[in-house]
């Protein structure tokens, strides 16, 4: 299956500790976007990466919380000094490009934070 | 800005029966739209798209949705619910660079 790769599906931190949730696009994808779940909450959207560019960052939160996708290898979303409110499922879909394209999700990391 | 209503958090039905989950949209410029099924611990799994065309789209597992440009909505319907359609459903939006906004989500719940 190439679909949507995500680790770990679940990670567990304790205040202020750093959380990095990885994504591997589906073959031939090269957009990446990362959205946040809160429980209970439908899905917002945090960031989009193109290969080594930061596309649009409006939902990222403005400290703490940072983003990239190099030449090679998978996106990364990084969590810095993570709090309780950090919780949450975070998922990762891809593109393969153009307009109105399909997004595919891959299955989410979840976060709890101690 | 784009932004989605789902009007019902919940909706509860028996199997076999009909269901419409709503939901309503706010564009401002040509709207592309989606709905989304989400089981338990899983990803998202498109169901349907609407991008031009005819207003009544159909997807996988029997569902359908319609466009309707005058009330903003884009409904979703299935005209006999199974046990395994319990999930929860989220209507989503295109906004700019193809990223989705998405409703709060429905939580459809199929009883025997």
């Known amino acids: 299956n190439a679909g949507v790769m995500q680790n770990p599906r679940h990670l567990v931190r304790r205040r202020g500790q750093e959380a990095r949730l990885r994504c591997s696009p589906m073959?031939?994808?090269?957009?990446v976007y990362w959205y946040r779940q809160l429980p209970e909450e439908g899905l917002k959207f945090m960031v989009y990466?193109?290969?080594?560019?930061?596309?649009?960052e409006s939902g990222m939160p403005k400290e703490r919380f940072s983003a990239e996708f190099p030449k090679e290898g998978p996106s990364i979303l990084r969590i810095q000094q993570v709090v309780r409110g950090d919780s949450a499922a975070y998922f990762c879909a891809s593109l393969r490009g153009g307009n109105t394209g399909e997004l595919f999700f891959g299955e989410g990391s979840r976060l709890t934070v101690l | 800005a784009q932004s989605v209503t789902q009007l019902d958090s919940q909706v509860p039905v028996f199997e076999e029966a009909p269901v419409e989950l709503r939901c309503n949209y706010s564009?401002?410029?040509?709207?592309?739209l989606f709905w989304y099924v989400q089981y338990p611990n899983q990803g998202l799994q498109l169901l349907l798209k609407y991008l031009s065309g005819s207003t009544l789209v159909k997807g996988i597992n029997g569902f359908e949705a319609e466009f309707n440009k005058s009330q903003t909505s884009f409904h979703l319907r299935k005209p006999s619910v199974h046990i395994s359609d319990t999930a929860e459903y989220f209507c989503?939006?295109?906004?700019?660079?193809?990223?989705?906004?998405f409703g709060a989500g429905t939580r459809l719940a199929v009883h025997p």
């Open positions: 073959k031939g994808h090269s957009h």
């Open positions: 564009s401002s410029v040509s709207v592309y």
């Open positions: 990466l193109q290969k080594e560019n930061i596309i649009d």
């Open positions: 989503a939006v295109s906004g700019g660079y193809n990223k989705l906004i």
